[in-house]
């Protein structure tokens, strides 16, 4: 026997248990976190693609990153699990989701899966992510409105910095927009604090977490774990009031699009397959009432900021807030038909 061949064949078996024992760390993951009450979507796939993700009881968890290229072999384990987990739903999803995956590895930039961004040159990867709107991470960028009037400074998330605010309102305003309407060119306040931690690197994202960060916490406002400098990408809680509120504009982005898809059928003379597609999918007769609930939601998002702006006591502004997270909790609280019934 060549002097070499036993070794090499110690390191194949060793590689082998390596591969193996990633692949089952991922399933026992997905397995930990149902055992811990977290639906499907909790934490963000995002978080558990490229992190460990230990539970540390109710909703909070803390991650360890893993690095790039080894964290496919964890997420081989855990999308499968997953999938069987969800009673084998939305199987085309998770594919994608494997596909992604695969993306993410064999660039060695990194994107946001498989997307624009795999496909742009790196210079141009700021305006595809905002085209998007998906950051590396696949996080949102800006909060997105079925009303296409809606400003961009009406979409700014809690945590948005106040020159980006600011800048958005000129901005809409300077393009022929107003309080309530959309000019012909009106970014997000989030959008404009994306571009600016792109054009700025490292340390500017990081400037900008701390002085988001620092008004979040003055204000007495929820932030965002992955708005904290440094510290934040350890841990985070899937109930906080920015993930409820992500959780409600997902499922606004789910009716939209089961209704989008129902209307489709019905224009194309299928009144037969549009009916049998609402019966799988009840969220399709939805979206009438889920641009209320939306719409009853922002009214209170301008209402917290008209009291912010008169100077209204904190309990004031907190009170309001906490009736837009309940407005918001109910929106969400029935499955597989959403419950967009809210008490006045």
């Not at 795999?118 to 905002?130: E, G, K, R, Y």
């Not at 009303?147 to 800048?167: E, F, I, Q, V």
């Amino acid at each position: 026997m060549e002097p070499g061949k036993p070794k090499t064949l110690r390191l194949s078996a060793v590689g082998q248990k390596i591969v193996a024992g990633g692949v089952l760390l991922g399933g026992a993951q997905a397995l930990m976190l149902a055992a811990a009450g977290f639906d499907d979507e909790e934490p963000p796939d995002f978080i558990r693609e490229r992190n460990l993700v230990i539970p540390t009881g109710g909703k909070k968890y803390i991650t360890i990153p893993m690095p790039l290229g080894f964290h496919v072999l964890p997420n081989l384990g855990r999308i499968p699990v997953e999938f069987a987990l969800g009673g084998f739903d939305k199987p085309a999803e998770h594919v994608v989701k494997l596909l992604s995956l695969f993306s993410d590895t064999f660039n060695p930039m990194g994107n946001a899966g498989l997307s624009m961004q795999s496909l742009a040159p790196t210079v141009l990867d700021p305006f595809a992510a905002l085209a998007e709107n998906k950051d590396f991470a696949g996080r949102a960028i800006a909060k997105e409105s079925f009303n296409k009037l809606t400003p961009g400074h009406a979409l700014a998330r809690d945590t948005a910095s106040l020159p980006a605010l600011w800048m958005s309102e000129a901005i809409n305003y300077l393009s022929g927009g107003t309080r309530h309407v959309r000019g012909a060119f009106s970014p997000t306040p989030d959008q404009i604090d994306y571009l600016v931690g792109q054009v700025t690197g490292g340390v500017g994202r990081e400037a900008s977490k701390l002085q988001q960060t620092v008004v979040g916490v003055a204000q007495g406002k929820d932030v965002p774990a992955h708005k904290i400098p440094v510290l934040g990408r350890f841990h985070g809680n899937a109930d906080s009031p920015s993930a409820r509120q992500s959780a409600f504009y997902r499922r606004l982005d789910e009716v939209a699009r089961h209704a989008e898809q129902a209307k489709g059928l019905r224009l194309e003379g299928k009144a037969a397959e549009a009916n049998d597609y609402t019966r799988e999918h009840p969220q399709a007769r939805l979206a009438l009432v889920a641009r209320a609930a939306q719409k009853q939601v922002k009214d209170m998002r301008e209402r917290i900021r008209e009291l912010e702006q008169e100077g209204a006591p904190k309990g004031v502004i907190h009170a309001t807030e906490l009736r837009m997270m309940q407005r918001m909790a109910h929106g969400i609280a029935a499955e597989p038909v959403l419950n967009f019934v809210f008490e006045a």
